[in-house]
Every structure is written in structure tokens, then in C-alpha cells.
């Protein structure tokens, strides 16, 4: 080989010598971002599981949370089926409250239609009372009358008879002295 070409052939080999030293410069910066990116990754890793652990306890959390919530839902349905009940309660109540009402209203006037009933057959029963003691009133009067009458009858018989007496007596004393 001639030597140019030996030249040419050193020359290359330098090139490539330099090119190989470059390529092994960039491959060790490759090496270190290699190794940077997997000191990134790792930290990523590690950031991320973290991360994961976070999301876990915050999905167990969150999972507990709702489980509460269900059960506070279930507790509210059961308060809401109390409250409609005591409501269903209170509304059968106020319709009692109402029927007794209405049935003391009702009563009442039927009380007051009795009482007024009442009052007129005592009004008529005083008057029937007044007029039997007015005729009662009546009839002892004429029953005074009467007897004050038979009594004046039977004085005047009964001096009439002392009379008669007395004139017996006289002829039955003249004839028991004349006998």
C-alpha cells in the first residue's frame, strides 16, 4: 500500500478513532442521562407509589365515607318512614279531634234542642200545675162555700131541732105532769 493510502488509511483511522471517542463521549452522556432518567424514574416510582398509597387511603377513606353515607341514607330513610308514620298519626288524630268536635257540636245542639224541649213541656207543665191548683183552689172554695152552707144548714137545723126539742120537751113535761 502506498503510503498515501497508508496516510489516508491512518487518517481514517483517526477520524474514526476521533468518531469512536465521540460516539463513546455522547454514549457516556447518554450513559449519565440514562442514569439520571433512571434516578427520575425511580424517584417517579417511588412518587408514584406514594402517590398510589395516597389514592388507596383516599379510596378506602372515600369508600368508608360512603359506606357512612349509605348507612346516614338508610338512617334518614328509616327517620323519614318515622316521620310520615307520626305524620299519618297526627293526621288520623286531627280527623278524631275533628270527628269529636263535630260530634260534640252535634251534641250539643241536639242538647240544646232537648233542653229547649225540656223547658217547654216544664213551662207547659207549670201551666198545667197553676191551672189544677187554680181549679183545686176553685173547687175548695166551693167546697168552703159548701160546707159553710151545710154548716149554717145544720146550725140552723139544730137550733131548728133544740126548738123542736124544747117544745117536746115542754109537752112531754106537760103530759108527764098531766099523767
Partial sequence: MSKESFNDLKYELELKNAEIDELTMELQEKQEEINKLKLYSTKLKYQNKNLEDKL????DYDKARINELDDLAEKIKEKDAIIEDKHDQVKYL?????DYKNQVNSN???????LRKISKTYEDLLKQKDMIIQKQDEQIDNLIK?????IKTNKTNVISLKLQNEKYQEIIDKFAKTN
Fill in 108 to 114: 250539643t245542639e241536639n242538647l240544646e234542642v232537648q
Fill in 94 to 98: 286531627r280527623s278524631l279531634i275533628d
Fill in 56 to 59: 388507596d387511603t383516599k379510596i
Fill in 146 to 150: 159548701s160546707n159553710e152552707e151545710v
